[in-house]
C-alpha cells in the first residue's frame, strides 16, 4: 500500500476514537453516534480504497455493497469533520475526496481535495491525491490542471500503478490540444504498460490511428487502422468504428487509384462497419455520401433515411439531402432539407453556405445574404474573407436591398477565453445544492456562475466543431462538397453528376419526432413551421421538368419575404460553385488546428456509434460530428446525469446512443467527460466576464536546485551506509536532485513589472577592432553575466579575420554539394508579425511543413529567390518611381488590414556539419575564434559530455531567404549558443530573457502550444501587454550572438544570408543550475533531454577541476543523490533475487536512454533477455522494464560502473583552490 492507504488507515483509526470520545461527551444522542461510526471491518475496507481504484469498483449489482460502504464513510467522515470545525487532520479531506471520487460526486471531492491541498504543505508527495484531483479535473475538462495533476503524479512516483490510465488520458487531452506529439508518445506509453487501465490496447491502438488520421498522415492511418483490423478478438464496436473511419477517409482522400475506386473502396468499408454495426446512423450518412458522389440517387436517399432513422435527425444528414435535392433540381425539397439542417444546428455553415446559393439562384439576394451572414458568423465557417466579398457584391448589385433591414440574429457567441476555476465550480455546485436558500446575491452570483459554465461547456463545443472543421472545405455539404478538397473543377463535376440524376419520386417521410422543434430565431425557420414543423416533413417530390422553376409563390408564402422573382435553378449553380470554390481553395489550414477528439475526451466514448462524431472525424472529413459540438443544449437532450454527456450531445438519445452510454459504464470510467447544466437558457446567458483563474494556483515550490544550506556533502561511506537501510522495492524516482522534490514549476513573472517604458531595452553590444579586444578576458565574463541575456559582438570576423567565405553558398556548393539540407516551407510574413494562413488574425503558432533536399538544389533556390527578387524590385521601380519605403507601410497596416495570402519560402535548416573530413577547412576556421566561443574547449562543457550531440557540440549551418525564421525556443538543456551570421544580408533577432520563460510558457498553453516542442512566434503585442522585455537587434555580417543560458529567442532572416551555429556550455553555477532545471523539467513533461546530465556530472567530478564552490555544491550534490539511487537499486535488485551482470563501458560510449519514456538512463541498464542475446542492447529504464515485465523475468541488468569506482570518483572530488581571481 502506498502512503496514502497508510494515512486512511490511521484517519479512519483516529475517527474511530474521536468518534467514541464524542459519543461519550453526548450520552443523550449516543444511539445517534452509534449507527454514525464504522466498524472494524468496514474500516478496513475502506482502508485499502483510494482514487487509484477509480474506473475499477463497481458500484452496482455485485458492488452495491462497496457504494453503501463508501457512502456512510463519507457520511461519517463529514459528520466528523462538522463536529471538530473542520479542525481535523488533513488527510481525512484526502480520503473523504477518495469516496467522494469513487462514488462519482465530482464536485464533493473536488472541494474536499481543495481543503487537503490548502492544508498539506507537502501535498505533491501524496500520488494518490494527486492522482485523484487529476480525474476530478479531466471530469470538468480542466485539461489545463488536469496534465498538471497527471505530469506530477508521474514525477514523484514514475512508477505509479496507474501511469497507464495516466498516459491514456494524457494522450487523449494532449490530442484534444492538437499537441499530437506529445499525444502520440503517452498513447505509446499507455500501450506498452501490461498493467490494466479503463479502454482496451485495441481501443488506445485505434486513437493512435486516429491521431495519424487528426495529422492527415493518412497512408500511416490507414495502415495502422487495417492492422486494428488483423487482430484477433477485435470487439465488435472497434470493428465498426475502424471500418468507418476507413471507409470515410477512402471517400475524401485520395488513397487508391480513380475516383470510381476509391468510392468503391470507401463503401466496401461502410457495408462492412454497417455489418459490424447496423445501428450506427452515422456510417448511414456516410454510405449516403458515397452513394451521392457517384450519382446513386436512389441508394443515397435510402442510405439518409436509414441514418435519420437510426440517429435521429442530424443536421449534416439534412444538409447532404439538401444537396441531393439540389442536384435534381428540386429546389423547393432541398430549401426544406436545409431548412431543418438549420434549425438542427444554428451554427451549420454549410447548410447557411447551401441555402444562401439556392436563395441566390432564385434572385433574392437579400435572403441570400442573410444565409450567408449566418455563414459567416458561425464559428465553423474560416472562409469568412471570401462570404464577405460574396456579400458585398451583393449588396452592391442588388438594388432591393434594404440597407435598414434587420437581419436575424443568430446567436453567435463571442468567443471568450472562458474556464472556470475549481474553486469557482466548487462555489458553484455549492450554490446550487443550496438553490432553495440563497439571499439575492447568493442568486445573483449562481445566475453568473452558471450561465459562465455554460459558456465555457459551448466553448469547449465550439473549439471542437471548429476542430473538427478544419475548414469551410470541410464543413460546406455545399453541392460541391463531394470534391474532396474541393479544388478545381468542381462545378463541372457538380454539373455531370447532376445531369445524371434520376429523378425519384418516392416521398421521403420522416417520423414526427425527427426534427425537434427549436425557438429558430432566423425568419428562415417559419419555413419548417408552417410546412411540417414538429408534424414531420413531407418531401413533395413532384418531378421537375422545367428548369425554370419558380420558387417564388412558395418561398414567400412561407416567409413572408417580399419576392424578388426567380432564378434559373440551375443556373445558380456555376457561379455559386465558383465562389464557393475559390473560398475553399484559400489557405486556411493551419490556423485552426484540427481538433479531432470531441471536447468530451471520455475515453469509452470514442468506441460507440456516437463517439465517432467526437472521434470518429479525421480531418479530411467534412460533416461528421458537428452537432455533437453544436448542440450544447437541445430540448430534449438534458444532461441530469453525469453519464448523459453522450446524449447531451444529440437530440433525445435513441438506440445507438444507448449503446453508448452502456459501453461507457462498461467501461466503468467516469461518465461524460461534459457535466452539462440543465439546458435552459443557456443561448442567453450573457456573461461575459473573464474568469481569472489559477485553481490550485501551485505555490512556487521547487528550487531544483538545492539552497547552499543544505548541501552537507558527506563522504560516500555515510552515504551508502545510510541508504542501506532505504526501501526494497526497488526504488524508482531517478530525481537527481532530493529523494522527493517537488515537481518543477516554470518561474511565475518577475516582481514587480517593468515599467512600460523598459520593455524595449538596448542590446549588450560590444564592438571589436583587433584580436587582442576578442580574446580580452572580460569579454567572456561579459557574455556569460546572467544580467546579459544576449550579447552582440560587432565585427568579430573582422578582427579575427575569420574567412567567412568558407560558409557562403558558392563554397558550401563547390564542397559538398549533396549535402542533405532540411528545408522548412514557411510563409513569408510580414516583418515580425505572425499571422494566421488567412491572414485575418495575429496567432503564436507557426507551424511549417519540413521536407529534405541537398545544398545544390537550395543554393539554387536562394539564388533564384534573389534574382526574383532583383527583377520585381526593377518593375517597381519602373511602375512607381517615388515608391519606396515599404517596410512602413507595412508596420503602420499591422492590425488594421487583412494580411495575406501570403507567399511561401523555403528556409534550409539545421545543415550538420559535424564531418571533420567533408567540412574540415571550415571546422579549422572556427579554431580562431577566443576560446570561450568555440565549439571544442577545456571549459565546455559540452566538451565534456564524451560524444557527439549533433547541433550542440558540434555546428550546424542554416542557409536562408528573407523571412526565414527560426520560431522560438530556449536552447537544449538551457545552454548557451553561439551564431555568427556569414551574410551577405542581415538577420533580426527578438530575445526575452530566461526569468520570463514562464510567461512565455502560459502564452503557450494558453495557445494550445507546446512550450518545448511546438514551433510559435511570439505575439510582441501579448509580451508588452505582460510587461515582458523583448530585446530586438539586428546581426549584421561577422557580428556574433552570443545567446546566454535559459535565454528565449526567435529569429527572422531580413536578406539572403547563411548562419553558423553550436551550443557552448560555459562552467558557471548558472549554467549548471539551469542545465539541471530544465532536465527535470523536460522529465515532467515528458521531452528528452539532449544533454545526459548525469552522465556529464560524473564526467565533470572526474575531468575538470572546480574552483566555484556554489558549482562545486551543485555537482558534488547531484553526485551524492546519484551514488545513492545507484545504491538503493542495487540493493533492492539483489534483494529480490535478481542478478546484475557486469557490462562496463567503452571509450566515448553514448550516455544511455530509456527506449521507451526516453529518461536517461544511469549505470544500471535493463536490457531484454532477446535483445541482450543478440547484443543490440536496447535500453529500458527500470519503469518502463516493469511495466512490461513486473518481476523483471523478460529483462537483464547490465552494470556499467562499479560502484568502488564511483564512490572513488565521488570522494575525490574535491573544491579546487581558485587559481585566478577571475570567478
Ligand atoms: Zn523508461
Given amino acids: 500500500m502506498k502512503s496514502c492507504g497508510v494515512s486512511l488507515t490511521t484517519a479512519a483509526v483516529a475517527f474511530g476514537d474521536e468518534a467514541k470520545k464524542m459519543a461519550a461527551g453526548k450520552a443523550s444522542r449516543e444511539s445517534e453516534e452509534e449507527s454514525l461510526s464504522l466498524t472494524v471491518e468496514e474500516r478496513e475496507a475502506l482502508g485499502g480504497m483510494d482514487s487509484r481504484l477509480f474506473g475499477f469498483v463497481r458500484l452496482h449489482e455485485d458492488g452495491a455493497r462497496t457504494k453503501t460502504l463508501l457512502g456512510k464513510a463519507v457520511h461519517c467522515y463529514e459528520s466528523l469533520i462538522l463536529k471538530a470545525e473542520g479542525k481535523v487532520d488533513s488527510d481525512f479531506f484526502c480520503q473523504l475526496g477518495h469516496f467522494n471520487l469513487l462514488l462519482e460526486d465530482y464536485s464533493k471531492a473536488l472541494s474536499a481535495y481543495q481543503r487537503y491541498y490548502s492544508l498539506q504543505a507537502d501535498y505533491w508527495k501524496n500520488a494518490s491525491f494527486l492522482y485523484g484531483l487529476g480525474l476530478v479535473y479531466f471530469y470538468y475538462n480542466a485539461f489545463h490542471w488536469a496534465i498538471k495533476a497527471f505530469q506530477d503524479v508521474l514525477y514523484v512516483d514514475p512508477s505509479f500503478c496507474r501511469a497507464k490510465e495516466i498516459h491514456l488520458r494524457l494522450g487523449l487531452m494532449f490530442k484534444v490540444n492538437t499537441d499530437y506529439k506529445s499525444s502520440l508518445k503517452h498513447f505509446q506509453l499507455a500501450l506498452i504498460d501490461c498493467n490494466p487501465c479503463t479502454l482496451s490496447s485495441a481501443e488506445i491502438q485505434f486513437h493512435i490511428a486516429h491521431l495519424y488520421e487528426t495529422q492527415r498522415k493518412y497512408h500511416s492511418a490507414k495502415e495502422a487502422y487495417e492492422q486494428l483490423l488483423q487482430m484477433e478478438n477485435l470487439p465488435a464496436q472497434v470493428k465498426a468504428t475502424v471500418l468507418q473511419q476507413l471507409g470515410w477517409m477512402h471517400h475524401n482522400m485520395d488513397l487508391v487509384g480513380d475516383n470510381a475506386t476509391k468510392e468503391s473502396f470507401a463503401i466496401q468499408y461502410l457495408q462492412k462497419s454497417l455489418e459490424a454495426d447496423p445501428n450506427s446512423g452515422q456510417s448511414w450518412y456516410f454510405l449516403g455520401r458515397c452513394y451521392s458522389s457517384i450519382g446513386k440517387v436512389q441508394d443515397a436517399f435510402i442510405s439518409y433515411r436509414q441514418s435519420i432513422d437510426k440517429s435521429e435527425a442530424s443536421a449534416d444528414t439534412w444538409c447532404s439531402i439538401g444537396v441531393l435535392y439540389q442536384q435534381q433540381n428540386q429546389p423547393m425539397d432541398a430549401l426544406q432539407a436545409y431548412i431543418c439542417a438549420v434549425q438542427l444546428d444554428h451554427g451549420h455553415a454549410a447548410a447557411w453556405m447551401d441555402l444562401g446559393t439556392l436563395y441566390e439562384s432564385c434572385n433574392q439576394p437579400q435572403d441570400a445574404i442573410k444565409c450567408y451572414l449566418n455563414a459567416a458568423r458561425s464559428k465553423r465557417c474560416s472562409n469568412t474573407s471570401t462570404l464577405a466579398a460574396r456579400i458585398k457584391f451583393l449588396q452592391n448589385g442588388s438594388d432591393s436591398w434594404n440597407g435598414g433591414q434587420s437581419l436575424s440574429h443568430h446567436p453567435v457567441q463571442q468567443v471568450y477565453s472562458l474556464c472556470l476555476t475549481p474553486q469557482k465550480?466548487?462555489?458553484?455546485?455549492?450554490?446550487?445544492?443550496?438553490?432553495?436558500?440563497?439571499?439575492?446575491?447568493?442568486?445573483?452570483?449562481?445566475?453568473?456562475?452558471?450561465?459562465?459554465?455554460?459558456?465555457?461547456?459551448?466553448?469547449?463545443?465550439?473549439?471542437?466543431?471548429?476542430?473538427?472543421?478544419?475548414?469551410?472545405?470541410?464543413?460546406?455539404?455545399?453541392?460541391?462538397?463531394?470534391?474532396?478538397?474541393?479544388?478545381?473543377?468542381?462545378?463541372?463535376?457538380?454539373?455531370?453528376?447532376?445531369?445524371?440524376?434520376?429523378?425519384?419520386?418516392?416521398?421521403?417521410?420522416?417520423?414526427?419526432?425527427?426534427?425537434?422543434?427549436?425557438?429558430?430565431?432566423?425568419?428562415?425557420?417559419?419555413?419548417?413551421?408552417?410546412?411540417?414543423?414538429?408534424?414531420?416533413?413531407?418531401?413533395?417530390?413532384?418531378?421537375?421538368?422545367?428548369?425554370?422553376?419558380?420558387?417564388?409563390?412558395?418561398?414567400?408564402?412561407?416567409?413572408?419575404?417580399?419576392?424578388?422573382?426567380?432564378?434559373?435553378?440551375?443556373?445558380?449553380?456555376?457561379?455559386?460553385?465558383?465562389?464557393?470554390?475559390?473560398?475553399?481553395?484559400?489557405?486556411?489550414?493551419?490556423?485552426?488546428?484540427?481538433?479531432?477528439?470531441?471536447?468530451?475526451?471520455?475515453?469509452?466514448?470514442?468506441?460507440?456509434?456516437?463517439?465517432?462524431?467526437?472521434?470518429?472525424?479525421?480531418?479530411?472529413?467534412?460533416?461528421?460530428?458537428?452537432?455533437?459540438?453544436?448542440?450544447?443544449?437541445?430540448?430534449?437532450?438534458?444532461?441530469?446525469?453525469?453519464?448523459?454527456?453522450?446524449?447531451?450531445?444529440?437530440?433525445?438519445?435513441?438506440?445507438?446512443?444507448?449503446?453508448?452510454?452502456?459501453?461507457?459504464?462498461?467501461?466503468?470510467?467516469?461518465?461524460?467527460?461534459?457535466?452539462?447544466?440543465?439546458?435552459?437558457?443557456?443561448?442567453?446567458?450573457?456573461?461575459?466576464?473573464?474568469?481569472?483563474?489559477?485553481?490550485?494556483?501551485?505555490?512556487?515550490?521547487?528550487?531544483?536546485?538545492?539552497?547552499?544550506?543544505?548541501?552537507?556533502?558527506?563522504?560516500?561511506?555515510?552515504?551508502?551506509?545510510?541508504?542501506?537501510?532505504?526501501?526494497?522495492?526497488?526504488?524508482?524516482?531517478?530525481?537527481?536532485?532530493?529523494?522527493?522534490?517537488?515537481?518543477?514549476?516554470?518561474?511565475?513573472?518577475?516582481?514587480?513589472?517593468?515599467?512600460?517604458?523598459?520593455?524595449?531595452?538596448?542590446?549588450?553590444?560590444?564592438?571589436?577592432?583587433?584580436?587582442?579586444?576578442?580574446?580580452?578576458?572580460?569579454?567572456?565574463?561579459?557574455?556569460?553575466?546572467?544580467?546579459?541575456?544576449?550579447?552582440?559582438?560587432?565585427?568579430?570576423?573582422?578582427?579575427?579575420?575569420?574567412?567567412?567565405?568558407?560558409?557562403?553558398?558558392?563554397?558550401?556548393?563547390?564542397?559538398?554539394?549533396?549535402?542533405?539540407?532540411?528545408?522548412?516551407?514557411?510563409?513569408?510574413?510580414?516583418?515580425?508579425?505572425?499571422?494566421?494562413?488567412?491572414?485575418?488574425?495575429?496567432?503564436?503558432?507557426?507551424?511549417?511543413?519540413?521536407?529534405?533536399?541537398?545544398?545544390?538544389?537550395?543554393?539554387?533556390?536562394?539564388?533564384?529567390?534573389?534574382?526574383?527578387?532583383?527583377?520585381?524590385?526593377?518593375?517597381?521601380?519602373?511602375?512607381?518611381?517615388?515608391?519606396?519605403?515599404?517596410?512602413?507601410?507595412?508596420?503602420?497596416?499591422?492590425?488594421?488590414?487583412?494580411?495575406?495570402?501570403?507567399?511561401?519560402?523555403?528556409?534550409?535548416?539545421?545543415?550538420?556539419?559535424?564531418?571533420?573530413?567533408?567540412?574540415?577547412?571550415?571546422?579549422?576556421?572556427?579554431?580562431?575564434?577566443?576560446?570561450?566561443?568555440?565549439?571544442?574547449?577545456?571549459?565546455?562543457?559540452?566538451?565534456?559530455?564524451?560524444?557527439?550531440?549533433?547541433?550542440?557540440?558540434?555546428?550546424?549551418?542554416?542557409?536562408?531567404?528573407?523571412?526565414?525564421?527560426?520560431?522560438?525556443?530556449?536552447?537544449?538543456?538551457?545552454?548557451?549558443?553561439?551564431?555568427?551570421?556569414?551574410?551577405?544580408?542581415?538577420?533580426?533577432?527578438?530575445?526575452?530573457?530566461?526569468?520570463?520563460?514562464?510567461?512565455?510558457?502560459?502564452?503557450?498553453?494558453?495557445?494550445?502550444?507546446?512550450?518545448?516542442?511546438?514551433?510559435?512566434?511570439?505575439?510582441?503585442?501579448?509580451?508588452?501587454?505582460?510587461?515582458?522585455?523583448?530585446?530586438?537587434?539586428?546581426?549584421?555580417?561577422?557580428?556574433?550572438?552570443?545567446?546566454?543560458?535559459?535565454?528565449?529567442?526567435?529569429?527572422?532572416?531580413?536578406?539572403?544570408?547563411?548562419?553558423?551555429?553550436?551550443?557552448?556550455?560555459?562552467?558557471?553555477?548558472?549554467?549548471?543550475?539551469?542545465?539541471?532545471?530544465?532536465?527535470?523539467?523536460?522529465?515532467?513533461?515528458?521531452?528528452?533531454?539532449?544533454?545526459?546530465m548525469v552522465h556529464l556530472s560524473w564526467n565533470m567530478a572526474r575531468n575538470i577541476k572546480v574552483s566555484d564552490p556554489k558549482l562545486f555544491e551543485m555537482i558534488k550534490y547531484c553526485l551524492l543523490k546519484i551514488l545513492k539511487q545507484c545504491q538503493t537499486l542495487r540493493e533492492a535488485l539483489v534483494a529480490a533475487g535478481k542478478e546484475i551482470i557486469w557490462h562496463g563501458r567503452t571509450n566515448d560510449e553514448p550516455a544511455h536512454y530509456c527506449s521507451i519514456c526516453e529518461v536517461e538512463v544511469f549505470n544500471l541498464l535493463f536490457v531484454t533477455n532477446e535483445s541482450n542475446t543478440q547484443k543490440t542492447y536496447i535500453v529500458h529504464c527500470q519503469d518502463c522494464a516493469r511495466k512490461t515485465s513486473r518481476s523483471l523475468e523478460n529483462f537483464v541488468v547490465l552494470e556499467q560502473y562499479k560502484m568502488e569506482d564511483l564512490i572513488q570518483v565521488y570522494d575525490q572530488f574535491t573544491l579546487a583552490l581558485s587559481l585566478s581571481s577571475s570567478s
Avoid at 481553395?585 to 475515453?603: E, K, R, V, Y
Avoid at 461524460?672 to 447544466?677: I, K, P
Avoid at 587582442?772 to 579575427?800: E, M, S, W, Y
Avoid at 505575439?1019 to 510587461?1027: G, I, P
Fill in 425 to 1092: 465550480l466548487q462555489h458553484l455546485e455549492q450554490l446550487r445544492a443550496n438553490r432553495d436558500n440563497l439571499n439575492p446575491a447568493q442568486k445573483h452570483q449562481l445566475e453568473q456562475l452558471e450561465s459562465q459554465f455554460v459558456l465555457m461547456q459551448q466553448m469547449r463545443h465550439k473549439e471542437v466543431a471548429r476542430g473538427l472543421h478544419k475548414s469551410q472545405s470541410s464543413c460546406l455539404s455545399g453541392p460541391n462538397e463531394e470534391q474532396p478538397l474541393f479544388s478545381t473543377g468542381s462545378a463541372q463535376y457538380h454539373q455531370a453528376t447532376s445531369t445524371g440524376i434520376k429523378k425519384s419520386n418516392e416521398h421521403l417521410t420522416l417520423p414526427s419526432n425527427s426534427v425537434p422543434q427549436r425557438d429558430a430565431d432566423s425568419h428562415l425557420s417559419s419555413h419548417t413551421a408552417t410546412s411540417g414543423g414538429q408534424q414531420g416533413i413531407i418531401f413533395t417530390k413532384e418531378s421537375k421538368s422545367s428548369k425554370n422553376r419558380s420558387l417564388v409563390p412558395e418561398t414567400s408564402r412561407h416567409t413572408g419575404d417580399t419576392s424578388n422573382g426567380c432564378a434559373d435553378v440551375k443556373g445558380l449553380t456555376n457561379h455559386v460553385h465558383q465562389l464557393i470554390a475559390d473560398a475553399v481553395s484559400s489557405p486556411n489550414h493551419g490556423d485552426s488546428p484540427d481538433l479531432l477528439i470531441a471536447d468530451n475526451p471520455q475515453l469509452s466514448a470514442l468506441l460507440i456509434g456516437k463517439a465517432n462524431d467526437n472521434v470518429g472525424t479525421g480531418t479530411c472529413d467534412k460533416v461528421n460530428s458537428i452537432h455533437v459540438a453544436v448542440h450544447t443544449k437541445t430540448d430534449h437532450s438534458v444532461a441530469s446525469s453525469p453519464s448523459s454527456a453522450i446524449s447531451t450531445a444529440t437530440p433525445s438519445p435513441k438506440s445507438t446512443e444507448q449503446t453508448s452510454i452502456n459501453s461507457v459504464t462498461s467501461l466503468n470510467s467516469p461518465h461524460g467527460g461534459l457535466h452539462t447544466v440543465n439546458g435552459e437558457g443557456l443561448e442567453n446567458s450573457q456573461s461575459s466576464t473573464k474568469v481569472d483563474l489559477p485553481l490550485v494556483s501551485h505555490r512556487s515550490t521547487s528550487q531544483i536546485i538545492p539552497s547552499m544550506s543544505v548541501s552537507i556533502c558527506p563522504s560516500s561511506t555515510e552515504v551508502l551506509k545510510a541508504c542501506r537501510n532505504l526501501g526494497k522495492n526497488g526504488l524508482s524516482s531517478s530525481c537527481i536532485l532530493l529523494d522527493k522534490c517537488p515537481p518543477p514549476r516554470p518561474p511565475t513573472s518577475p516582481y514587480p513589472p517593468l515599467p512600460k517604458d523598459k520593455l524595449n531595452p538596448p542590446t549588450p553590444s560590444i564592438y571589436l577592432e583587433n584580436k587582442r579586444d576578442a580574446f580580452f578576458p572580460p569579454l567572456h565574463q561579459f557574455c556569460t553575466n546572467p544580467k546579459n541575456p544576449v550579447t552582440v559582438i560587432r565585427g568579430l570576423a573582422g578582427a579575427l579575420k575569420l574567412d567567412l567565405g568558407l560558409f557562403s553558398t558558392k563554397t558550401l556548393v563547390e564542397a559538398n554539394n549533396e549535402h542533405i539540407v532540411e528545408v522548412r516551407t514557411q510563409l513569408l510574413q510580414p516583418a515580425d508579425e505572425n499571422w494566421d494562413p488567412t491572414g485575418t488574425k495575429k496567432i503564436w503558432r507557426c507551424e511549417s511543413n519540413r521536407s529534405h533536399t541537398t545544398i545544390a538544389k537550395y543554393a539554387q533556390y536562394q539564388a533564384s529567390s534573389f534574382q526574383e527578387s532583383l527583377r520585381e524590385e526593377n518593375e517597381k521601380r519602373t511602375q512607381h518611381k517615388d515608391h519606396s519605403d515599404n517596410e512602413s507601410t507595412s508596420s503602420e497596416n499591422s492590425g488594421r488590414r487583412r494580411k495575406g495570402p501570403f507567399k511561401t519560402i523555403k528556409f534550409g535548416t539545421n545543415i550538420d556539419l559535424s564531418d571533420n573530413k567533408k567540412w574540415k577547412l571550415q571546422l579549422h576556421e572556427l579554431t580562431k575564434l577566443p576560446a570561450f566561443a568555440r565549439v571544442v574547449s577545456a571549459g565546455n562543457l559540452l566538451s565534456h559530455v564524451g560524444h557527439t550531440i549533433l547541433g550542440m557540440n558540434t555546428v550546424q549551418l542554416y542557409m536562408k531567404v528573407p523571412g526565414s525564421r527560426t520560431p522560438g525556443h530556449q536552447e537544449n538543456n538551457n545552454f548557451c549558443s553561439v551564431n555568427i551570421n556569414i551574410g551577405p544580408g542581415d538577420c533580426e533577432w527578438f530575445v526575452v530573457p530566461e526569468d520570463y520563460w514562464g510567461v512565455l510558457n502560459d502564452f503557450c498553453e494558453k495557445n494550445n502550444l507546446n512550450f518545448l516542442m511546438s514551433s510559435w512566434w511570439p505575439n510582441l503585442e501579448d509580451l508588452y501587454e505582460a510587461n515582458v522585455p523583448v530585446y530586438r537587434f539586428i546581426q549584421r555580417p561577422g557580428d556574433l550572438v552570443w545567446i546566454n543560458a535559459g535565454t528565449v529567442h526567435w529569429v527572422q532572416a531580413v536578406g539572403w544570408c547563411n548562419n553558423i551555429a553550436w551550443n557552448v556550455g560555459p562552467l558557471t553555477a548558472c549554467q549548471y543550475k539551469l542545465a539541471v532545471e530544465r532536465y527535470e523539467w523536460n522529465k515532467l513533461k515528458s521531452v528528452k533531454s539532449p544533454v545526459p
